[in-house]
């Protein structure tokens, strides 16, 4: 910059010949200022790098450009230039170029309309963020300055913009994801935008990366979900693009499709015109109303599970990551994520990393528990916690088995459906209230790494038409979205049967199951719909299920080991221990019902000071029964119980039954 900054004193000093209505002050100043200022140009100095050139040759600037960028550059880089840009614009302390002055300085006349295709909003230096032109004044007084970051970088400093740093993400190249080279061929052929969609379980921004390298191009991510609300998008683009140009590297914006929601042909617009190649990742497909011109459009490719161990392995460590772990469906990215996260923890904890502490962070860093619709138990379920015939619990380990291989499945393009239907998974769970359904669905969440999205139904009906449809739009698309097990409970009340159009209710509520069976076929995620009857559904349903569960009633033997389990996780008395053969065989509840119980004993149990024991599990189970409005047996449950009161005197109320006097009386 020093050579540039010499070249100035020339037309700096033909200006102050040409200013006749100079004070002799301020003419005498002048003249001394640039006496200082050639006798410090003339002097030998240090020579460093041309950036503002390397600039001009990645921007496309033509040379009054560079003699602008020069002027505006010139009073943060040298005070003595402040002081004259200061005394020729009439004032008497240092001050930036104005526009008038600039265009003095390098021979535009003022009246053409040289000054507003160099300077204007749309000048190809105010795009780039290279320039900034303050606004308010007349034109000609508007002042001309450089961003701080562009001052730093022509000084030969590239610390990073900080609104830039807050946003980056950091690649997980995989070799392979470009096919053909398609995408790494049309950056060296200079294609402007291509836009990678890349749905759940691809490798969009591996793919970006993987395609620049290729190319000899350095990569700059972005992610556009850690942008704030209210941030200036328009800014923000601009900077991005400015600070890939700084480093020579091409620019990947990922989530692009938030661009869309703001003012798409002005942003999109700005990635088209950026001075780099721009690879725009997204889940979402390209909209032709989004810009006239029709980008270079790839379709990322799923991320094997071999892809996946590769990249836990070098962020954990070989032997650390299980199968099941490899199987989770997170991008490359969200591995080195959670790796990071398990690590950290590990430290914190004192513990080793191993794969079920892996798995709990790729459960916390996979977005879905920012939501406050996902539901996030305090200790993820496990097969172990259900309950349940052998029959139900092989169909469950099979979904979750499904959903942990479907995109090793997809891959082979001859098993993808060509009919333009979705890859999802959707599951039917059936029976009584209390069966183990929603466990059921938590375990299996839990199983694939990913939150409960419960739908909550008073939030999705409304009795406006097309209201309802907006709502599950809503649901599904933040499904899709934050990676999410989608979960309707009491699915009979919006998935119910189609009936006889007989007014105009019916045809819109046949319209909404309609819309339903419509969009779940498309939906690219795990759905698992619980009802009560089965029956209710619509049948259409039922054909589009991949998987129908029944949960039945526990039989004796299934509420033996539904006690067993509930009582193991509290302390019981071992001088009036649980009868839990005679509770089975007497309680024919659901195991919601025998949780209840326990948990209501052991809260009766701590209130009094004591261990959990039979009479407090007797007192519950009354109470259990008469909350579900069902017959207390008249023996209230006591025939084989009667040894663990004997030493006790007093009265144990249960129901309308009375077991009163000594010891010896008991029974």
């Not at 007349?138 to 022509?154: G, M, N, T, Y």
């Not at 617009?269 to 790839?298: C, E, F, I, M, R």
């Not at 007014?503 to 909404?512: I, P, S, V």
């Not at 007497?586 to 004591?610: K, M, P, S, T």
Request: charged share 20%; aromatic share 4%; with cysteine.
């Amino acid at each position: 910059m020093r050579e540039r900054l010499a070249a100035l004193l020339k037309p700096l000093t033909l200006a102050v010949d040409r200013r006749a209505d100079l004070e002799p002050r301020a003419k005498a100043w002048l003249d001394a200022v640039l006496d200082v200022l050639r006798d410090e140009y003339d002097a030998p100095g240090p020579s460093g790098e041309d950036r503002l050139a390397g600039l001009a040759d990645v921007f496309g600037l033509d040379p009054v450009d560079v003699d602008l960028v020069t002027i505006a550059a010139a009073p943060d880089l040298d005070a003595n230039l402040a002081l004259a840009f200061g005394l020729l614009r009439g004032g008497r302390a240092p001050a930036r170029a104005s526009v008038g002055l600039a265009l003095e300085l390098v021979g535009l006349p003022t009246l053409s309309g040289a000054g507003p295709a160099h300077l204007g909003a749309g000048a190809l230096t105010r795009r780039s963020g290279l320039l900034e032109v303050s606004s308010g004044e007349p034109w000609l007084l508007r002042d001309l300055w450089l961003p701080d970051r562009v001052v730093a970088h022509l000084l030969g400093v590239d610390e990073i913009d900080p609104d830039v740093a807050a946003v980056l993400v950091a690649p997980v190249p995989i070799a392979g994801l470009d096919a053909g080279g398609l995408v790494a061929a049309a950056v060296e052929a200079g294609v402007p935008l291509v836009w990678v969609r890349s749905p759940l379980g691809a490798g969009g921004l591996s793919l970006a990366a993987g395609a620049l390298s290729a190319a000899g191009v350095g990569c700059l991510a972005v992610d556009l979900a850690r942008v704030p609300p209210s941030a200036d998008l328009g800014r923000l683009v601009a900077i991005v693009a400015r600070e890939a140009a700084f480093g020579g590297a091409g620019l990947v914006v990922v989530h692009a499709e938030s661009l869309a929601m703001h003012d798409p042909a002005a942003l999109f617009g700005a990635l088209v015109d950026a001075a780099v190649p721009v690879l725009a990742v997204s889940a979402k497909p390209w909209q032709p109303a989004w810009l006239p011109h029709h980008p270079l459009v790839v379709e990322a490719p799923a991320v094997t599970t071999d892809d996946r161990a590769a990249v836990w392995a070098e962020h954990l460590g070989a032997g650390v990551a299980d199968h099941a772990l490899s199987t989770l469906r997170l991008a490359p990215e969200s591995i080195a994520d959670a790796a990071q996260y398990a690590r950290s923890l590990a430290l914190v904890t004192g513990t080793a990393v191993s794969a079920d502490s892996a798995r709990a962070a790729a459960r916390r860093v996979g977005g879905s528990m920012t939501s406050g619709a996902a539901s996030v138990p305090q200790r993820p379920p496990s097969f172990a916690d259900l309950v349940l015939p052998d029959h139900a619990g092989a169909t469950l380990r099979r979904l979750v088995s499904w959903a942990r291989h479907r995109d090793e499945v997809l891959a082979d393009g001859r098993l993808v459906d060509v009919g333009g239907k979705g890859t999802g998974i959707a599951a039917l769970f059936s029976g009584s209230p209390g069966t183990g359904k929603t466990l059921a669905a938590h375990v299996v969440a839990a199983e694939l790494g990913l939150d409960l999205y419960r739908v909550d139904l008073s939030s999705i009906v409304d009795k406006y038409i097309g209201e309802t449809e907006k709502n599950l739009e809503r649901v599904f698309h933040e499904a899709e979205s934050l990676n999410v097990l989608l979960f309707f409970d009491e699915a009979d009340a919006l998935f119910g049967k189609r009936s006889d159009v007989k007014d105009a209710h019916d045809r819109y509520a046949n319209q909404e199951v309609a819309y339903l069976l419509q969009r779940m076929e498309h939906f690219d995620g795990i759905t698992v719909l619980a009802t009560n009857l089965q029956g209710n559904l619509d049948p259409a349903f039922s054909r589009r299920m991949s998987f129908i569960v029944h949960f039945p009633d526990p039989d004796a033997p299934t509420r033996h080991r539904l006690w067993d389990a509930n009582l193991a996780r509290v302390g019981t008395d071992p001088d009036d221990p649980v009868q839990v053969a005679q509770l089975a065989r007497q309680v024919e509840l659901a195991g919601g019902d025998i949780r209840n119980i326990v948990l209501a004993a052991a809260y009766d149990a701590i209130g009094a000071g004591e261990a959990v024991g039979m009479r407090h599990v007797l007192a519950a189970t009354v109470a259990e029964y008469q909350k579900l409005g069902r017959r207390v047996p008249a023996n209230g449950f006591v025939a084989d119980v009667a040894a663990t009161l004997s030493g006790r005197a007093g009265v144990t109320r249960l129901g309308d039954t009375h077991i009163e006097g000594e010891a010896d009386d008991a029974g």
